[in-house]
T-cell receptor
Framework: NAGVTQTPKFQVLKTGQSMTLQCAQDMNHNSMYWYRQDPGMGLRLIYYSASEGTTDKGEVPNGYNVSRLNKREFSLRLESAAPSQTSVYFC??????????????FGEGSWLTVV | GIQVEQSPPDLILQEGANSTLRCNFS?????LQWFHQNPWGQLINLFYIPSGTKQNGRLSATTVATERYSLLYISSSQTTDSGVYFCAVAPSGSRLTFGEGTQLTVNP
């Protein structure tokens, strides 16, 4: 089982460049998420998609956009990268909303450095 | 928003020792999960436990929702238990809020 797959795993960007992080899950989950993790900190929610066709802002959405392309795929776009966006990005998915008691499954992370 | 505090921030053990990690949260929650992040960065779900007690092998967890805390117990620790343990809560919807984690090092 692949679970949640993210690409790329590592990326170096120059300030002002744009890029898209791709995420796909093969568990037929309805909900998908993007988190970022900074050194010594827990994960912070950037955006999430409760179901196909919907997206909502999380704690730290500024500087990011998302697209729920279909039920399997949820992409995160940095339009104009800034050094403050240097972080590890995690995609995740769950069967449904977390309030319903569903557990969440994470991808392996994408290490992004903006210079 | 909801606050999640984990203690201790760092813990060093000898192999075979037992430990207790604590998670305090500031508001009622409908979802509480414990995760282990291994040294390679992979996040593994350990428990979904908004209330009550669960056990899985050497690990167990207890959440006392009325008092707004959860405990993760690790017995007979092994070097492979090393990593960061996160508590995460969702008071509503899908906005899972993470604590800052407990860094556990188990020495042989």
């Amino acid at each position: 089982n692949a679970g949640v797959t993210q690409t790329p795993k590592f990326q170096v960007l120059k300030t002002g460049q744009s890029m898209t992080l791709q995420c796909a899950q093969d568990m037929n989950h309805n909900s998908m998420y993007w988190y970022r993790q900074d050194p010594g900190m827990g994960l912070r929610l950037i955006y999430y998609s409760a179901s196909e066709g919907t997206t909502d802002k999380g704690e730290v959405p500024n500087g990011y956009n998302v697209s729920r392309l279909n039920k399997r795929e949820f992409s995160l776009r940095l339009e104009s990268a800034a050094p403050s966006q240097t972080s590890v990005y995690f995609c995740a998915s769950s069967v449904g909303l977390l309030i319903s008691g569903n557990t969440i499954y994470f991808g392996e992370g994408s290490w992004l450095t903006v210079v | 928003g909801i606050q999640v505090e984990q203690s201790p921030p760092d813990l060093i053990l000898q192999e075979g020792a037992n430990s207790t990690l604590r998670c305090n949260f500031s508001d009622s929650v409908n979802n509480l999960q414990w995760f282990h992040q291994n040294p390679w960065g992979q996040l593994i779900n350990l428990f979904y436990i908004p209330s009550g007690t669960k056990q899985n092998g050497r690990l167990s967890a207890t959440t006392v929702a009325t008092e707004r805390y959860s405990l993760l117990y690790i017995s007979s620790s092994q070097t492979t238990d090393s990593g960061v343990y996160f508590c995460a809560v969702a008071p509503s919807g899908s906005r899972l809020t993470f604590g800052e984690g407990t860094q556990l090092t188990v020495n042989p």
